[in-house]
Nanobody, 119 residues
Framework: QVQLVESGGGLVQAGGSLRLSCAAS????????MNWYRQAPGKQRELVAV???????NYADSVKGRFTISRDNAKNTVYLQMNSLIPEDTAVYFC?????????????WGQGTQVTVSS
C-alpha cells in the first residue's frame, strides 16, 4: 500500500509565499508523473502543475510564473513553491502521483491541505 502525506498549507497574505510538500511512502518501485491539483469552494478540481519522471514541468495558465513544481526522487517527494499568492489561489491543494508498485501503475491522492490567501 502507498500513502501520500501533504504538508505546508496555511493562511498567508496576498503577495506572500507558501511551499507545499507531498511525500509518498510504501511499496514503491518508482513514480511517474507527480501532480498538484486544487479545488476551491463550489468549483471543480483543477490541475495546477505537473512534473514528469524526467523533470519536465507544465503549469496552468493561472499560476505560470508564480508557482514552481519540483521533485526529489530519492525522497519520493513533490513540492509546490507558490509565490505572489493572490486570493484566487485559495483552495484545498491535493497532490497526486502515478506510482509503480510491482509491475503495475496506480493512481494515488494526498489528503489535501488548505491554502488561504487573505486580501
Amino acid at each position: 500500500q502507498v500513502q501520500l502525506v501533504e504538508s505546508g498549507g496555511g493562511l498567508v497574505q496576498a503577495g506572500g509565499s507558501l511551499r507545499l510538500s507531498c511525500a509518498a511512502s510504501g511499496s514503491i518501485f518508482s513514480i511517474n508523473n507527480m501532480n498538484w491539483y486544487r479545488q476551491a469552494p463550489g468549483k471543480q478540481r483543477e490541475l495546477v502543475a505537473v512534473i514528469t519522471s524526467g523533470g519536465i514541468t507544465n503549469y496552468a495558465d493561472s499560476v505560470k510564473g508564480r508557482f514552481t513544481i519540483s521533485r526529489d526522487n530519492a525522497k519520493n517527494t513533490v513540492y509546490l513553491q507558490m509565490n505572489s499568492l493572490i486570493p484566487e489561489d485559495t483552495a484545498v491543494y491535493f497532490c497526486h502521483m502515478f506510482v509503480i508498485v510491482g509491475l503495475l501503475e496506480y493512481s494515488y491522492w494526498g489528503q489535501g491541505t488548505q491554502v488561504t490567501v487573505s486580501s
